[in-house]
């Protein structure tokens, strides 16, 4: 069972930046993969980033360059820097852990924490 709490969001304005937390229970927690997921009002959720277990990383194309996700199982927590932040990545976003990783892809497991809202002003 993995248990995660996510945060950090917040209200900021464009050009901005945040660090959302994850951190995560379980002891197995630095052979999980890892990722960020986020959902805007009315849209699906859909992969922002992920994190392998060995640190390969993916990321939406559209937010390369400007987000980063990295881990610290030291601490069962994973990251995502947002910089240069605009109002379309006002969204909640959501932790997930222990998905597959496989092909420079990450696809979710049924581990969720429960969000934490990001809003970007104009």
């Known amino acids: 069972q993995v248990q995660l709490v996510e945060s950090g969001g917040g209200l900021v304005q464009t050009g901005g930046s945040l660090r959302l937390s994850c951190a995560a229970s379980g002891s197995t927690f630095s052979i999980k993969p890892m990722a960020w997921y986020r959902q805007a009002p009315g849209k699906q959720r859909i992969l922002v980033a992920a994190?392998?277990?060995?640190?390969?990383?993916y990321y939406l194309d559209a937010l390369k360059g400007r987000f980063t996700i990295s881990r610290d199982n030291a601490k069962n927590t994973v990251y995502l820097q947002m910089n240069s932040l605009k109002p379309e990545d006002t969204a909640v976003y959501y932790c997930n852990a222990d998905g597959y990783y496989s092909g420079g892809y990450y696809y979710s497991s049924g581990y969720w924490g429960q969000g934490t809202q990001v809003t970007v002003s104009s």
């Open positions: 994190i392998s277990s060995g640190g390969s990383t």
